[in-house]
């Protein structure tokens, strides 16, 4: 099953039959069979009609909206969570405030155990990279994440981890970059352009994983229920951002896939052009098939499978009223 990605601004997606199709003024631009994807992302200003819309959702085939920059602006599925005791039971553990709590601890002990796994992988191929000190602090954050008291204390700490993070990311770039610390909504550099459209990438993905696990995506444990944000999703992003995607970031700055070249810049801030970003999306999904895991259950896992296992994972937590278990952050980077 496929992920079709909609990028040629003006261009209007609409069905033919069985198929979908994509045609800007009176060239068609592309036509494929609609029962062999499994989501479909328009970004930017890409007009979709609605008898595709509703042929797509019928299919149960999800529908993303990005804006033109890569941010996500929305989704549209078929899927609704149905097995109403498991909401029940995911509802009651948001409630137990004592429950979320440690459920949100171990978010933020395995988001710092993967920002320092990366400075390890990346220190072992350069052993004079200056990574010993933030190592150390990393270890002692996430102590002190679970002694954390309350959710706004851990929210604070993980802060200070993310800030140690990036602060460090430079010295594992390899060749001249404008990248001086995280911004976003719009990204201000190419280097935060790319971490910012592949977080955005992962967000979507950790959705399709909780939703097929028939958990509400809407309720979270570290991240605070808010109107329209699916916060479970974000809840397991945390364990990949800096396992999955800032090792494929920093391989495409290193080995040039990338350049400056590939990205134009203005109101909206920095943002791939049309070819850098069918660059970016082949990267992205060949990360995705890349094996992960060495072993997990005696089986070899690709990250996009092992997305799937901690969504399972999260899913029989919840039911069984037990701490989550992040993945081994023993892999093969």
């Known amino acids: 099953m496929a992920v079709l990605y909609l990028t040629e601004q ?23 069979p609609i029962h062999k994807l499994k989501r479909v992302v328009v970004q930017g200003r890409v007009n979709i009609s609605v008898p595709l819309l509703l042929t797509l959702l019928e299919y149960e085939i999800d529908v993303v909206l990005m804006s033109a920059t890569g941010s996500y602006r929305g989704s549209l599925g078929g899927r609704m969570p149905a097995n109403a005791s498991l909401r029940l039971a995911q509802f009651r553990a948001y409630e137990d405030h004592e429950y979320r709590l440690t459920m949100a601890k ?22 004079t990279a200056p990574f010993e000190e933030a190592c150390r602090k990393f270890q002692k954050m ?3 994440a679970d002694r ?20 460090a ?13 995280r911004n976003r909504r719009p990204p201000q550099d190419w280097v935060n352009s790319l971490l910012s459209l592949g977080y955005t ?19 979270g444990f570290l991240h ?25 970031v920093i391989r495409i700055i290193n080995l040039k896939i990338l350049t400056e070249k590939d990205f134009t810049s203005g109101s909206e801030g920095v943002k ?45 937590a919840i039911e069984e009223k037990r701490l989550y278990r992040p993945f081994d952050q023993r892999n093969d980077w």
Do not use: T
């Not at 959710?151 to 200070?160: A, D, F, K, R, S």
């Not at 990438?201 to 309720?219: C, G, Q």
């Not at 109107?227 to 974000?234: E, F, N």
């Not at 499978?305 to 399972?312: G, Y």
């Open 10 to 32: 003006g261009a209007r997606v609409a069905r033919k039959g069985n198929r979908l199709v994509v045609s800007k003024g009176e060239q068609e631009l592309l036509s494929y």
């Open 106 to 127: 171990q978010f933020v002990k395995a988001k710092i155990r993967q920002m320092r796994g990366c400075l390890q992988a990346y220190k072992r191929n350069y052993a």
């Open 142 to 144: 996430e102590k002190q």
């Open 148 to 167: 954390a008291p309350n959710l706004q204390n851990l929210l604070g700490i993980e802060g200070g981890a993310s800030k140690e993070y990036f602060a």
């Open 169 to 181: 990311f430079p010295a594992m770039l390899r060749v001249p970059h404008p990248f001086a610390g």
């Open 201 to 219: 990438f992962l967000f979507v993905e950790a959705s399709s994983r909780v939703e097929a696990v028939l958990l509400d995506p809407y309720v």
């Open 224 to 248: 605070e229920v808010r109107y329209g944000r699916k916060s479970l999703a974000l809840d397991l992003c945390e364990e990949f951002r800096h396992s999955l995607i800032d090792p494929m």
């Open 272 to 316: 791939l052009n049309k070819e850098g970003f069918k660059k970016f999306v082949e990267e992205f999904e060949n990360r995705l098939g890349k094996k992960a895991l060495k072993k997990a259950n005696g089986k070899n896992l690709s990250w996009g499978e092992l997305l799937e296992a901690q969504a399972s994972e999260m899913r029989n």
